[in-house]
């Protein structure tokens, strides 16, 4: 660790992994619930355990992703945080109001929560994924604020970098954009258009940029390639992420009463949303095949390499799937999103927050590069384990949206929705099984934070040829 | 590079390139202007379009002093939807 | 390329690059682009199967003409773009500065001339829903537009630097760069030409 200030990325990552584990338990639950329907009846109620589920996914995203950009930052800029003090003061309102908000949902019911928090003065609940108290979003804004003041300061008094420019980007647009989610109005055409400014411009726009630039970081420092080539790569992959992505959300607007057009703009434009992710995957390899040096933390650079690939099969394959109109059709809502879904939100920005925690994290915690070979081991075998479910999950979920796409509404003689639900039960049966596993990849990722802290650092394997 | 751009002589061979350009542009729009239209004059204004692009590629761009794949990429491209616009509007006239 | 090949081209004292003019980013960029416009022309073409009486009707009331002044001005720019290049090459920064602002004159007055053209079916109260003939034809040429902005802001950065005497005739590779996205610029319209305006 360069800078002392890079320590308060080390909070936001521990309580990243904390909410996954949360993510994940939830996660299970509702997996359950899909085939013993009064599973944990009546105290959590699907649609409740769900919103925990997706609402706790964002949030440790978010705490990584501030994690990341606490400790890339100072070094990116060669100068210490503005103000560590705030980050840490921050760490704490965040992290605060975000167990009293999924607390509120447990225990309080919905609307319960709504009366409780004024939701009257400025509607904004009720809407999937920006189902958060109103108070709750207003709180979201005044700690990326804080944040991007922060960052942002220390950017600009500091070294210029292309990778911390895009990073910079891509966190204001995630601010920014947020704003969109007090907008509510009444017409629910209108509603859900700009909800997508949220949700579509989030992930598919400017998370991106985030995700470039982490990952271009993490690959800087474990391959030692120039900086010039990396940037250069950083640059095509975000522009053309903006072109696809921005028109890209086209794509939301087939059926929801936007105008004809859209169904045009949406196709085409999505339909080569995966041109970056290819774009990075190719990057990525490149980079790792050009090495200067090898790195000792071979972990991170697996993890590296692990997003790149399954970005592009979940966001950038699976997003294709369903993404042009005459398809989605009939796709549209059913299994297929949510397999698409899983394995994009897993690829991009679970892996690349992973990424970076394995990097950072022993430096984090004193060791000069990389933890030791026993625990690197270790993490290695969670990111295999947690990988291959999440194919496995995202595969029998494919299966079950095909099957039910199929007999709900493609085929003459079509079902009713809950007959086709019991047809395609045994899918959801080994989604549930993978999700175990699943977990047992996460347990034993935790478990690889303490095993062999005593034992001394990897060393960098020297090979003849690569080097 | 040299050979495609000679300082000796009065005109440089890009010149007649442009010019090239500037006429077969001329003939579109007269073809345009005229009202014609038919499978025919629909494939020869492409075809006009498609050698157009090949020039620019070759000339502007500078492919034609490139080898390998590179050499012919701004050529492929130009093929691609050249030939699904040609099947589009045979069919068109067909059906 | 074998080996043989290689020390025969030597010979005759020719280096065959590899690799086209400019960055290589840019050219996966370009690719990219055309990527792009190769869709939304087999999208035009197919679609307008399905409503041919419709395209021909609305495609008569296209102003031909000022399509006819936008051909020839992003031909010049391209042209001139090109001698800008030829410049570099020779050492001639001040030189190439002035053939690439020239282009961007002529991508001036194509902006001006495709807003008039907007201007009057803005006028006409036309839009991305009067039917699916004018959907294409302003998504095609607006999203060309906007590329056509871009380039114009490449250049401009092209010959800023060149007036300052940026580039060497050993390192010009901004100037070929800026070169192959507007010519990419232009090579899609010539297609667009033909096809939004004449083809029928």
Known sequence: MQYKSQAVAKPYFIAAIGLFVGQILFGLIIGMQYVVGDFLFPEIPFNVARMVHTNLLIVWLLFGFMGAAYYLVPEESERELVSPGLAILMFWVFLIAGALTV???????YSGLAEMTGNSVLPTMGREFLEQPTITKAGIVVVALAFLYNVGLTILKGRKTVVS???????????????????????????????WWVVHLWVEGVWELILGS??????????????EVIE????????MTLITGIIGTGHHYYWIGTPDYWQWWGSIFSALEPIPFFMMTVFAFNMVNRRRRNHPNKAAVLWALGTAV??????????????????????????????????????????IVLTMISYAMPMLRGRSAANSEASQVLEMWSFWLMTVSMVFITLFLTGAGILQTYLQRYSSDPLPFMVVQEKISLFYWMREVAGLMFLIGLVVYVASFFVGSRQPEATAVVEGSAA | MNTSFPTRGLIRPCTLVYALLIGLTCVTWMIGRSGVGGPGVSLLVLGFAL????????????????????????????????????????????G | MTAEAAIQQQRRGLAVPRFPPGDLAIWIFILAELLVFALFFAAYAFTRMQHIALFDRYQAMLNRDAALINTLALLTASYFVMRGVVAAREGQGRLCARWTWAAVGMGALFLVVKSSEYAHHLHAGINLSTNTFYMFYLSLTFFHFLHVILG???????????????????????????????????????????LVYVMK
């Open chain 1, 214 to 227: 982490i990952l271009a970081f993490v690959l800087i420092k474990t391959t030692g390639v120039d900086r």
């Open chain 1, 310 to 351: 399954m970005a592009f099969l979940g966001a950038g394959v699976w997003g294709f799937l369903h993404t042009l109109a005459p398809v989605n059709y009939y796709t549209h809502g059913s299994q297929i999103t949510a397999a698409h879904g899983h394995m994009a939100f897993y690829g991009a920005y679970v892996m």
């Open chain 1, 103 to 109: 607390l509120g949902y447990l225990l309080v019911p």
């Open chain 1, 165 to 195: 420019l895009v990073l910079l980007i891509g966190l204001a647009g995630l601010a920014v954009l947020f704003l969109f989610s007090f907008y509510n109005p009444d017409n629910l055409a209108k509603d859900k258009f700009y909800w």
């Open chain 1, 232 to 239: 250069k790569w950083l640059y095509v992959i975000i522009a």
């Open chain 2, 51 to 94: 050698l157009k692009g090949h020039l620019i590629g070759d000339w502007f761009m500078g492919l034609r002093d490139v080898r390998g794949i590179w050499r012919w990429v701004v050529a492929i491209w130009l093929l691609v939807p050249g030939g699904l616009i040609a099947l589009a509007f045979l069919l068109s006239f067909r």
């Open chain 3, 152 to 194: 114009m802001v490449i250049l401009v950065a092209v010959a800023l630097k060149a007036g300052r005497g940026g580039y060497t005739p050993e390192e010009h590779t901004g100037v070929e760069t800026g070169a192959s996205y507007w010519h990419m610029v232009d090579l899609v319209w010539l297609v667009l030409f033909p």
